[in-house]
């Protein structure tokens, strides 16, 4: 039987870059995963997501594993560094793009 916390302890694991978001980077479903799922794309390196809207297991246990109460949740390295105003002002300030590029090397 699948078991949603390990679910997403294994998201989390196996996703250097992993944004949880309202719809699909093609197709976001909220502003907030729309400007945080630009930020990410605009840093030019490959990431996953989980659509949180198909997956309401996920919508309701990670804010508590998280200890974070939204959408959406960009998480580096295992680690969560936050949602839509954190992302955008990182992006801003270049530390977007230096923390995703030490993570994900350019591809040759
Ligand atoms: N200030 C927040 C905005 C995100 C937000 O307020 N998200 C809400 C509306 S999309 C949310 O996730 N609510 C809980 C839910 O929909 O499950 C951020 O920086 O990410
Ligand atoms: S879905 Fe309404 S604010 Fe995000």
Redesign the pocket.
């Known amino acids: 039987m699948s078991n949603t916390l390990d679910n997403i302890k294994q998201q989390i694991a196996e996703n250097p870059v992993l944004l949880y978001m309202?719809g699909d980077p093609r197709g976001p479903?909220?502003?907030?995963?729309s400007q945080t799922v630009q930020a990410v794309m605009a840093c030019e390196r490959p990431f996953a997501y989980v659509d949180i809207l198909e997956n309401p297991d996920v919508r309701a246990e990670l804010p508590l594993f998280a200890n974070w109460p939204t959408?959406p949740q960009l998480w580096v390295n295992g680690e969560l560094v936050g949602g839509c105003d954190i992302v955008v002002e990182m992006y801003q300030n270049g530390e977007l793009k230096a923390l995703i590029h030490d993570t994900v090397p350019a591809q040759d």
């Not at 479903?29 to 995963?33: A, H, L, M, P």
Request: aromatic share 28%; net charge positive; glycine share 14%.
């Open positions: 309202k479903k909220c502003g907030f995963s959408f």
